[in-house]
């Protein structure tokens, strides 16, 4: 993934005391505070999840991480505004969410989340046109900046039943991108591809993130993809799901694959679930 930064910020920024610098680099950017969240079946209310906090700051790359059924996705519904909590508070920039906005973008595991009557570039182009926040020229200029991001500047014109799965899905990241949200939240969106698409498309999340410092919140069930995405792990328990651990992984990478070090914080990782899901 390849590309010019975007155009620099305004050239005056007021001045800040060092106090009040600092106070901003360590204020998280998202609060999930003490959240419980429910649905409702034919038969009865199910709770999702159990009192989750964690805090996401500034170009965190934050991962969810658990079995099936803890929660994740639902969570991750939740920060995007489409379910509100019973219980706790999720905050953006210190004000509750309660509805979903564009400084909350989701890309999903489907491939077919791209209208297939658009072009790429119209794919991309499309929320921008919607929400009114660019005009037609400058939204074109911006959709082409962040094909370019993801390497598919060539494909702009094609339509997506002429594109791989995993090009559609670079499609759907450079289309979040482009809204610039304050925080860009993907629900398992690998996990279909196969394992060499797989492999590929997390080197190449984590080099556009080297580029562009976006705020990820990521939700997989695999530890290895939680270990090499994330810099931050939250290990949430069967369900529902508790907060059971948060983990640091900012030192693993793809290269760190098969490392001592990292075979054995998966494997703890491992007997926590293991441990987890034999005491229910």
């Not at 099936?68 to 519904?77: A, D, E, F, R």
């Not at 509805?99 to 209208?115: H, K, M, N, T, W």
């Not at 939240?185 to 690998?190: I, K």
Request: a neutral charge.
């Amino acid at each position: 993934m390849r590309g010019e930064p975007p155009a620099s910020s305004p050239a005056f920024t007021p001045t800040l005391s060092r106090e009040r610098e600092r106070e901003q680099d360590s204020a998280p950017l998202l609060q999930v505070d003490n959240v419980s969240l429910e649905y409702r079946t034919p038969e009865r209310v199910v709770r999702a999840t159990h009192r989750v906090s964690f805090d996401v700051h500034a170009a965190d790359r934050f991962v969810l991480l658990g079995p099936s059924g803890c929660g994740k996705s639902t969570l991750l519904k939740a920060v995007a505004g489409f379910i509100p909590p019973v219980e706790g508070e999720i905050r953006l920039d210190g004000k509750r969410v309660a509805q979903p906005g564009p400084d909350r973008i989701v890309v999903f595991q489907e491939f077919d989340q791209l209208p297939p009557w658009k072009t790429v570039k119209q794919n991309v182009m499309f929320p921008l046109l919607a929400s009114r926040a660019l005009g037609r020229k400058e939204a074109a200029e911006r959709a082409l900046h962040y094909l370019d991001k993801v390497g598919l500047s060539k494909f702009a014109d094609v339509h997506p039943h002429q594109l791989s799965g995993g090009m559609k899905q670079r499609v759907a990241i450079a289309r979040a991108l482009a809204m610039q949200p304050r925080v860009l939240l993907m629900d398992e969106p690998f996990a279909a591809l196969d394992a060499l698409t797989r492999r590929r498309m997390q080197q190449e999340l984590l080099e556009l993130w080297e580029e562009v410092r976006f705020t990820l919140l990521f939700v997989t069930h695999s530890i290895e993809e939680a270990l090499v995405v994330g810099n931050r792990i939250a290990l949430l328990s069967p369900h529902p799901g508790r907060m059971r651990a948060e983990i640091n992984s900012h030192a693993f990478t793809l290269d760190s694959l098969g490392g001592a070090e990292f075979q054995g914080t998966a494997q703890r990782i491992h007997d926590m679930l293991f441990e987890e899901e034999a005491a229910v």
